[in-house]
C-alpha cells in the first residue's frame, strides 16, 4: 500500500497496531490535543542566534497549538536547546527554508499572509488584526537587527505590540508568546475551519504515536506493516 498524506486507510492500519502499546489515556491526551492543533496560523522566524529564544519559540507554538514552525537560517542556525523545550519539539513540525525568498515564496504559495511583527510601521495591534482574513504567519527577526529588509518589503501586513513604557520593543520570545497567546485565542473564538483536517489529524497521530512506541517499526514490520 503507498503512504501518501491522503491515504487515512495507511495511517490508521498503523496506529491501530500501535495502540496496542500505549494506555487509552494516553491515547485521549493525543486526541484532546489534535482537537486545538491548527495550520491555519504559524510563524516563521529569521536567523534566531539564541538557543534559549529558539526553544521559547518552539515550547510557545507547542503549548498554544501551532502545529508548524518556519525557520530561514542563512546566517545562523535553529537550534533550540534540549533541556529547555524538554521534548516539545517532538510535537511539531519544524520547516527549515534556505532563504527568506524561499520561505516567503513557499508560505505565500500555501495561501499565508506574510504578518511582519515590527515597531517601526503604523500597523494593527493584536486587538485590531483580522484574524479571519485567511491563513497568516508571523514573522519574528533576528534578536539584534530585528525583520529584514526583505521581509519588510514583501509582507502584507504588519503587526506590533504597544508600550506603555519608555521600551520601545520586547525581545522575540517575549514577543511571540504574547502575540500567539492572544492571535491563537480570538482565532479560535471567531474563525471557521481553523482545526487540522481529518487526514492532517491522522497523520500526524500516526507520528505522535510511532514517537512514544518504543521499536515502533520494527513492530509495524513485524505485523507486515
Given at each position: 500500500m503507498t503512504n501518501t498524506a491522503n491515504d487515512r486507510a495507511w495511517y490508521d492500519a498503523r496506529t491501530a497496531c500501535l495502540s496496542e502499546f500505549m494506555t487509552a489515556e494516553r491515547i485521549a491526551v493525543f486526541e484532546r490535543v489534535l482537537d486545538m492543533r491548527t495550520r491555519?496560523?504559524?510563524?516563521?522566524?529569521?536567523?534566531?542566534?539564541?538557543?534559549?529564544?529558539?526553544?521559547?519559540?518552539?515550547?510557545?507554538?507547542?503549548?498554544f497549538g501551532l502545529q508548524n514552525i518556519h525557520t530561514v537560517e542563512t546566517l545562523c542556525k535553529f537550534n533550540p536547546n534540549t533541556h529547555i523545550v524538554r521534548g516539545t519539539?517532538?510535537?511539531?513540525d519544524l520547516h527549515r527554508h534556505g532563504s527568506t525568498t524561499e520561505a516567503i515564496a513557499a508560505l505565500k504559495g500555501a495561501g499565508y499572509r506574510i504578518v511582519a511583527t515590527t515597531p517601526h510601521r503604523e500597523s494593527c495591534t493584536p486587538e485590531s488584526f483580522d484574524v479571519t482574513r485567511g491563513r497568516f504567519?508571523?514573522?519574528?527577526?533576528?534578536?539584534?537587527?530585528?525583520?529584514?529588509?526583505?521581509?519588510?518589503?514583501?509582507?502584507?501586513?504588519?503587526?506590533?505590540?504597544?508600550?506603555?513604557?519608555?521600551?520601545?520593543?520586547?525581545?522575540?520570545?517575549?514577543?511571540?508568546?504574547?502575540?500567539?497567546?492572544?492571535?491563537?485565542?480570538?482565532?479560535r473564538a471567531s474563525v471557521d475551519g481553523w482545526r487540522l483536517t481529518d487526514d492532517e489529524r491522522a497523520e500526524i497521530l500516526y507520528r505522535w504515536m510511532r514517537e512514544s512506541v518504543r521499536d515502533a517499526d520494527r513492530i509495524l514490520e513485524r505485523r507486515g506493516l
Open positions: 491555519y496560523m504559524t510563524i516563521l522566524t529569521e536567523n534566531t542566534y539564541h538557543p534559549q529564544n529558539a526553544s521559547a519559540l518552539v515550547r510557545h507554538c507547542e503549548a519539539d517532538k510535537w511539531i504567519a508571523l514573522v519574528f527577526g533576528t534578536e539584534h537587527a530585528g525583520i529584514s529588509e526583505e521581509v519588510m518589503a514583501s509582507a502584507d501586513e504588519y503587526l506590533r505590540i504597544p508600550m506603555c513604557g519608555l521600551v520601545e520593543s520586547l525581545n522575540v520570545s517575549a514577543s511571540a508568546a504574547i502575540l500567539i497567546y492572544q492571535l491563537s485565542a480570538r482565532m
